[in-house]
Every structure is written in C-alpha cells, then in structure tokens.
C-alpha cells in the first residue's frame, strides 16, 4: 500500500509544536523505519506567544531561546 513512497522524500507542514507526533507520528516513523523516507518536518507556529493573554516579550523572548535549542537539538538527533 504504502510502496510507492519508498525512498521518497516527505515535508509535512504542520501548525502548531506536537502536532507532527500526536496526528502522523506513528505513520512518519514507519514511512522512516520501512520505506526509507527522508522526513523533515515545519512548525508554522512555536506555540508559546498563543498560550498566554498578556504580551510577555521579554519572557518569550526566554522562552523562545530555549524553544528554539530544543528544535535544533532534536533535529540533530
């Protein structure tokens, strides 16, 4: 079913930081693990600016930092 994606190469867009895991993870991983995809992932959205009511810049401006290290981190991996 899936053959024809076999060595192909997949961008997924996504909006939010967790949306790439909890909707095709599962499915990305297998796509990686048996059909020999190269997967690479955009986050339109980093998520933590949405979650508050009042505009924190400096806080953000931490939290974005640590945000963004993480990314990398996990994209080195």
């Known amino acids: 079913m899936l053959e024809y994606l076999r060595n192909r190469k997949i961008l997924l867009v996504v909006a939010h930081p967790d ?3 909890l909707g095709p993870g599962a ?3 297998r796509l990686i693990r ?3 995809c190269k ?3 955009i986050i339109l959205g ?4 949405s979650r508050s009511e009042e505009r924190d810049v400096k806080l953000w401006e931490k939290q974005l930092k640590t ?3 993480n990314i990398e981190s996990a994209r080195k991996k």
């Open 19 to 21: 949306d790439e895991i």
């Open 27 to 29: 499915t990305m991983y």
């Open 34 to 36: 048996d059909y020999n």
């Open 39 to 41: 997967v690479r992932v």
């Open 46 to 49: 980093e998520g933590l600016t």
């Open 67 to 69: 945000h963004r290290a």
